[in-house]
């Protein structure tokens, strides 16, 4: 091994969070997981939910990004007010966040109207820990000044303690948020969603049977991630498992040295005046682990007899004399971490991070079927689209989970895929991205809709097992009077180009899964080249980007939820470029990432 390695166990994560959502939900209490102390990895954040957190709190917007990026689509919130000017992408990509003052709250409404949003908060009051939070005293007139705010609802008040002051959790603290909870409720006339009642450190005091009725969410890290190492020092909460990280180097160097340095001492290399017990000459080794990667004040050695003496920039120096069984050069030496040394390993660009036991997310497949017309199937050869799926490990087959692809010229002959689809899956949700609604009204209400009104036909004879309020539009830019009316009148959630420019691409499709994916199996994406604005086409223009066209077929792979997939709109006249894109999107869509 080179380099120094995290091994991250999300099977205990998961089981670590399980213990802490029941223990919660006996009380009333719904938890969110807080991964910071990981930086916001992905595989941690889904070992959370599974084990059952609400949501995930963060404190990074780059945290965030990673986990939005990496599909996760569970309610989101920011553990701290963001700098003035990112206050956009808070309300952008973020669900609630913490807040404590008014001219940051100001500047969020203000950007969340422009957006047409309303952004949720949780007012963080001070009790006492002297790091955030309103002083109590300043409660009401905040809240009054933050009533005032279009852009902004009072969803929860909360406190954080433990982190500054040093300040415990008690009974009695926490029932003054509660108060200041029911006096906010009064002020703004209706029940807020979250009272927030601190972080790991107000575990202690639920499991006493000492928390107050009335908390109803707590932001819990170090309990799921550390097992508690540090919330419950003295008394550990037995039912939580310690060990999910475990840190491994190198042992570079081992020899028997003095116990004293030789000759006139100075201060080392981080301004401190080092001092030594003269235990006579020690087996010494030197591990590939330093300061740049760790406060080596937090290690602990997994194998007993090791001690940890001090560290350099890139040097851990370690006493083996004791180590059993002992301990030679080349071996791995591994260490167990307090918080704040897994912190600094995690933002260590120097450690390698290492997911074990990762659980396949269930319901994904690995197989998929092609169905075509003529045109359809011309594509899916000139451009090998077959094999190229192939390449990313799918496996075609007939089985009824397979990831259905179909092709075909016009867009009224996507309906029997979908049927088909709807048939195969016990609920289906449905994503239609396109330029045009096809909901055209026709003249005659007893006639049958024209041709091409293919939403239209497909509402009125939707399958049993989809239902209208499962459907989304996205990328709408044409549309008649008539239609209007009609796409107001179907219980459809439609995204137009006006609304992605105001709240973005990705944040459209992460909608729309969401509404597609609500009680359903799944979704069946259809596309149609018309919503994306390609160079030198005209058919097109004025519609998303072909990144954004990628993006929204790489979160939809990334959801694990697309059981079906059509591509319709195509005609033979269709220029080569164009076709090349498609089938580019068809492979995003199939997971294919850049990298
Ligand atoms: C970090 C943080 C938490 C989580 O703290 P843990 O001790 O890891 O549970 C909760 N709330 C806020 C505001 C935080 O900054």
């Given at each position: 091994m080179?380099?120094?390695?995290?091994?991250i166990?999300?099977a205990?994560?998961?089981?670590?969070?399980r213990?802490?959502?029941?223990?919660?939900?006996?009380y009333?209490?719904?938890?969110f997981?807080?991964?910071k102390?990981?930086c916001?990895?992905?595989?941690?954040?889904?070992?959370?939910?599974?084990?059952g957190?609400?949501?995930?709190?963060?404190?990074?917007f780059e945290?965030?990004?990673r986990?939005?990026?990496?599909g996760?689509?569970?309610?989101?919130?920011?553990?701290?007010s963001p700098?003035?000017?990112r206050v956009?992408?808070?309300v952008?990509?973020?669900d609630?966040s913490?807040?404590?003052?008014?001219?940051l709250?100001?500047?969020?409404?203000r950007?969340?109207?422009?957006?047409?949003?309303v952004h949720d908060?949780?007012l963080?009051?001070?009790?006492g820990?002297?790091r955030?939070?309103?002083?109590?005293s300043?409660?009401?007139?905040?809240v009054e000044?933050v009533?005032?705010?279009?852009?902004?609802?009072?969803a929860?008040?909360?406190?954080?303690?433990?982190?500054?002051?040093?300040?415990?959790?008690?009974?009695?603290?926490?029932?003054?948020?509660?108060?200041?909870?029911?006096?906010?409720?009064s002020?703004t006339g209706?029940?807020?969603?979250?009272?927030?009642?601190g972080n790991?450190s107000?575990l202690p005091?639920?499991l006493?049977?000492?928390?107050p009725?009335g908390?109803?969410n707590?932001?819990?890290?170090?309990?799921?991630l550390?097992g508690?190492?540090?919330?419950?020092?003295?008394?550990p909460?037995?039912a939580?498992d310690?060990?999910a990280?475990?840190?491994?180097?190198?042992?570079?160097?081992?020899?028997?040295?003095?116990?004293?340095?030789?000759?006139?001492?100075?201060?080392?290399?981080?301004?401190?005046?080092?001092?030594?017990?003269?235990?006579?000459?020690?087996?010494?080794?030197i591990?590939n682990i330093?300061r740049e990667?760790?406060i080596?004040?937090?290690?602990?050695?997994t194998?007993?007899g090791?001690?940890?003496?001090?560290?350099s920039?890139?040097?851990?120096?370690?006493?083996?004399?004791?180590?059993d069984?002992?301990?030679?050069?080349?071996?791995n030496?591994?260490f167990r971490?307090?918080?704040?040394?897994?912190?600094?390993?995690?933002t260590?660009?120097?450690?390698e991070?290492?997911?074990?036991r990762?659980v396949?997310?269930?319901?994904?497949?690995?197989?998929?079927?092609i169905?075509?017309?003529a045109?359809g199937?011309?594509?899916i050869?000139?451009q090998?689209i077959a094999?190229r799926?192939?390449?990313l490990?799918?496996e075609?087959s007939?089985?009824e989970?397979a990831?259905?692809?179909?092709?075909?010229?016009r867009r009224?002959?996507?309906?029997?895929?979908?049927e088909?689809?709807?048939?195969?899956?016990?609920a289906?949700g449905?994503i239609?991205?396109?330029?045009?609604?096809?909901?055209m009204?026709?003249g005659d209400?007893d006639?049958?809709?024209?041709?091409?009104a293919?939403?239209r036909r497909m509402?009125?004879r939707?399958p049993?097992h989809?239902?209208?309020?499962n459907?989304?539009?996205i990328?709408?830019r044409?549309a008649a009077?008539e239609?209007?009316?009609?796409?107001?009148?179907s219980?459809?959630?439609?995204?137009?180009m006006?609304?992605?420019d105001a709240v973005g691409?990705?944040?459209a499709m992460?909608?729309?899964?969401?509404i597609?994916s609500?009680?359903?199996?799944?979704?069946?994406?259809?596309?149609?080249?018309?919503?994306?604005?390609?160079?030198g086409?005209?058919?097109?223009i004025?519609?998303?980007?072909?990144?954004?066209?990628?993006?929204?077929m790489e979160?939809?792979?990334?959801?694990g939820k697309l059981?079906?997939l059509?591509v319709?709109g195509?005609?033979?006249?269709?220029?080569?470029?164009?076709g090349?894109?498609c089938a580019?999107?068809i492979?995003?869509?199939f997971?294919?990432?850049?990298l």
């Amino acid at each position: 091994m080179s380099d120094p390695q995290i091994s991250i166990d999300l099977a205990r994560i998961e089981h670590n969070a399980r213990t802490v959502v029941d223990l919660c939900k006996s009380y009333g209490i719904t938890p969110f997981g807080v991964t910071k102390g990981t930086c916001g990895m992905p595989q941690v954040a889904r070992a959370m939910l599974r084990g059952g957190v609400a949501g995930i709190a963060e404190s990074r917007f780059e945290n965030i990004r990673r986990l939005r990026d990496a599909g996760i689509d569970c309610p989101i919130m920011l553990l701290r007010s963001p700098p003035l000017t990112r206050v956009e992408e808070l309300v952008r990509t973020v669900d609630v966040s913490l807040q404590s003052e008014l001219q940051l709250m100001r500047e969020i409404s203000r950007v969340a109207e422009r957006l047409g949003r309303v952004h949720d908060i949780i007012l963080m009051i001070d009790l006492g820990d002297l790091r955030e939070g309103i002083w109590p005293s300043d409660l009401i007139p905040t809240v009054e000044a933050v009533m005032a705010l279009p852009g902004v609802r009072i969803a929860g008040v909360g406190t954080n303690l433990t982190c500054f002051g040093a300040i415990i959790p008690t009974q009695e603290n926490l029932t003054q948020l509660v108060a200041h909870a029911y006096k906010v409720e009064s002020i703004t006339g209706r029940p807020l969603d979250w009272v927030s009642g601190g972080n790991s450190s107000s575990l202690p005091l639920l499991l006493e049977g000492g928390m107050p009725a009335g908390i109803n969410n707590l932001r819990i890290g170090e309990a799921i991630l550390q097992g508690g190492r540090d919330t419950f020092l003295t008394e550990p909460w037995a039912a939580l498992d310690r060990d999910a990280f475990e840190l491994t180097g190198e042992l570079l160097e081992v020899k028997t040295k003095p116990s004293m340095p030789i000759g006139q001492s100075g201060i080392d290399a981080f301004g401190n005046v080092p001092i030594f017990v003269d235990e006579g000459d020690r087996l010494r080794g030197i591990a590939n682990i330093g300061r740049e990667d760790v406060i080596a004040e937090g290690l602990m050695p997994t194998r007993p007899g090791v001690r940890v003496l001090g560290a350099s920039s890139d040097h851990l120096v370690l006493d083996l004399t004791d180590a059993d069984p002992p301990l030679a050069v080349g071996e791995n030496v591994s260490f167990r971490m307090n918080y704040g040394a897994l912190l600094t390993v995690m933002t260590s660009e120097y450690v390698e991070k290492v997911p074990m036991r990762d659980v396949c997310e269930t319901g994904e497949s690995r197989t998929y079927a092609i169905e075509t017309d003529a045109i359809g199937g011309a594509l899916i050869v000139v451009q090998n689209i077959a094999e190229r799926i192939d390449h990313l490990g799918f496996e075609r087959s007939a089985k009824e989970d397979a990831l259905t692809l179909s092709v075909c010229a016009r867009r009224g002959d996507v309906i029997r895929f979908v049927e088909d689809a709807g048939r195969r899956h016990d609920a289906l949700g449905m994503i239609w991205i396109d330029s045009d609604a096809a909901m055209m009204p026709d003249g005659d209400r007893d006639a049958p809709p024209a041709e091409n009104a293919v939403l239209r036909r497909m509402l009125d004879r939707l399958p049993p097992h989809v239902a209208p309020e499962n459907i989304v539009l996205i990328g709408l830019r044409n549309a008649a009077p008539e239609e209007a009316a009609a796409l107001k009148a179907s219980r459809m959630r439609i995204f137009t180009m006006a609304e992605i420019d105001a709240v973005g691409l990705r944040q459209a499709m992460r909608d729309a899964i969401a509404i597609a994916s609500a009680g359903t199996c799944g979704f069946h994406l259809c596309y149609s080249p018309t919503a994306t604005d390609m160079s030198g086409w005209s058919g097109g223009i004025g519609g998303i980007t072909v990144r954004e066209t990628h993006s929204a077929m790489e979160m939809a792979a990334l959801s694990g939820k697309l059981r079906s997939l059509s591509v319709s709109g195509i005609d033979a006249a269709l220029p080569s470029p164009i076709g090349a894109e498609c089938a580019n999107f068809i492979l995003s869509a199939f997971g294919k990432t850049i990298l």
